[in-house]
C-alpha cells in the first residue's frame, strides 16, 4: 500500500507582479501570508513504519521556508516571477532532492482563496 503524509508551513512575504486584472495594486509591493504543503507518498519502511519521519520533514521545510519568510519574492534566485505556479515549482525543485518521496506541492493564499498544486 502507498501512503501519503504531509507537512504545511507559512510564510510571509512580499512582491509586485506586472498583469492586466488588478494591475495597479499587483505592480506595488505588497504582502501576503502564504501556506504551502508538501506531500510525500511511498510504503512505510519496515523497521520504522514510516514513509519518512516527519522530524526531517519540518528539517527541511524549515530551511527552505528560511529563504521565502519576509523576503522579497521578486530577489529570490530561481524563483522567477512571484506566482502561486512558480512558488509550487520552487518549492518541489527545491526539496525533491533531500525528499525523493516529494509527490506534490500546494501554495495557497487563505485571505483571497486563492491556490495552486503542483503534482508529479
Not at 525528499?99 to 485571505?111: D, F, G, M, T
Request: aromatic share 6%; glycine share 6%.
Amino acid at each position: 500500500m502507498n501512503y501519503t503524509i504531509s507537512q504545511k508551513f507559512f510564510f510571509d512575504a512580499a512582491h509586485t507582479l506586472k498583469r492586466e486584472m488588478e494591475a495597479d495594486s499587483s505592480r506595488r509591493v505588497h504582502g501576503h501570508t502564504y501556506n504551502a504543503e508538501v506531500f510525500l507518498s511511498g510504503r512505510p519502511e519496515p523497521q520504522t513504519g514510516m514513509v519518512l519521519d516527519l522530524g526531517r520533514v519540518r528539517r527541511e521545510v524549515e530551511l527552505l521556508r528560511r529563504e521565502l519568510d519576509h523576503h522579497l519574492l521578486d530577489d529570490v534566485a530561481g524563483l522567477g516571477l512571484p506566482t502561486l505556479e512558480n512558488l509550487c515549482r520552487f518549492i518541489l525543485e527545491n526539496l525533491q532532492p533531500r525528499l525523493p518521496a516529494l509527490s506534490a506541492v500546494r501554495v495557497w493564499r487563505e485571505s483571497v482563496g486563492d491556490s495552486c498544486t503542483l503534482s508529479l
